[in-house]
């Protein structure tokens, strides 16, 4: 099945986790993948293992809090693959502590981190999209924590919230153009973000209908389907890959 041949993307925070896993499966159905990461090891290696399995990936160093290399990224995306099809605005950090000592610092960083990356993302994907005459499909990385508060995320809170409209708010701006903006919300992936400790991911895998975390292959064929054209009436909105977690309160 090659749905997505000819197809260029970007994919951000494609080293690891979610992103990893989009990296693998959007190559796997024909797409130029770029693996844009500051873990510039880990994404080589990501990238030489599509080569391995006859994809094409290449890596890229990136530190997505910076707009100046996002545009770069941008821009050596086209030079190497020729065009730009989408994004996937998807690195991210957590930064958990109460309110009372979520002082500026840690604020800002899981603000510039998670939620000024989206934005610089889908304006330099975008512009040169509508440059290249190319449409396309920008799929950002909210989370259930963009729905619903938790204790020690005020500023993951704020960050993933901001997600969810800008992708409301990139779609309506970018209709016209052919570019669609999706956005995707995980529940409890198991991925190194969550930590090794076991105890805590059990409790936090307890909180989904099937009672176990979610794996980050069942978030990216999700998004791998958005970057689709069967997905092409699927715009602004956010889709929740959950496992039911937003829809009860206690199992
Ligand atoms: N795992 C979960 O439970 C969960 C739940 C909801 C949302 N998310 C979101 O999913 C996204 C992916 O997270 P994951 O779970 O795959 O975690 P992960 O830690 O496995 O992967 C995140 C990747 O982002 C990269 N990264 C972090 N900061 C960066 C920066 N400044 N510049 C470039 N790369 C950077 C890391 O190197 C890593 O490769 C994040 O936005 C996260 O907030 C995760």
Request: hydrophobic fraction near 45%; avoid cysteine; proline fraction near 2%.
């Given at each position: 099945m090659?749905e997505l041949?000819?197809k ?5 925070g ?5 992103g990893k896993?989009?990296v693998l499966q959007?190559?796997?159905?024909g797409a ?5 990461d ?6 080589n290696k990501v990238?030489?293992d599509?080569?391995a399995s006859n994809?094409?990936?290449a890596?890229?160093?990136v ?6 290399e ?8 086209v030079?190497k693959?020729g065009t730009?099809n989408?994004i996937?605005n998807?690195?991210?950090i957590?930064l958990v502590?109460p ?12 603000i510039?981190v ?7 993302g889908?304006?330099?994907a975008?512009?040169k ?7 396309g ?6 989370s259930?924590y963009?729905?619903?508060a ?8 704020a960050a993933?919230a901001?997600v969810?409209m800008?992708?409301?708010s990139?779609?309506?701006e970018?209709?016209d153009?052919?570019i669609?903006v999706?956005g995707v919300?995980?529940?409890f ?6 930590g ?8 936090l ?5 099937r009672?176990k975390?979610?794996?980050p292959e069942k978030v990216a064929?999700?998004?791998v389907?958005?970057f689709s054209?069967?997905a092409?009436a699927?715009?602004g ?7 039911g977690f937003?829809?009860?309160?206690t199992?």
């Open positions: 090659s041949n000819g260029v993307i970007i994919v951000t494609g080293a690891s986790g979610i896993e989009t959007l190559a796997a159905k130029s993948v770029v693996v844009a500051y873990n510039e090891e880990a994404a990238a030489a599509v080569e994809g094409k990936a890596a890229y160093k530190d997505v809090s910076k707009g100046d996002i545009k770069a990224l941008i821009d050596w995306t030079e693959f730009l989408g996937f998807n690195a991210g957590g502590k309110f009372l000592e979520m002082d500026p610092a840690s604020y800002h960083r899981v510039d998670d939620q000024h990356s989206v934005y610089y889908m304006y330099y975008a512009r999209m509508v440059e290249l005459k190319a449409q499909t920008i799929v950002n990385t909210a259930i963009g729905t619903a938790a204790i020690g995320s005020f500023n993951y809170n993933k901001a969810v800008m992708s409301k990139g779609a309506l970018l209709a153009y052919g669609r999706v919300a995980p529940g992936i198991d991925t190194p973000i969550l090794n400790d076991e105890e805590m991911k059990k409790a895998g307890a909180q989904h209908m009672g975390l979610i794996q064929s999700v998004v389907f958005l054209d069967g092409s699927i715009n909105q956010t889709i929740p890959v959950d496992d937003l829809s009860f309160k199992k």
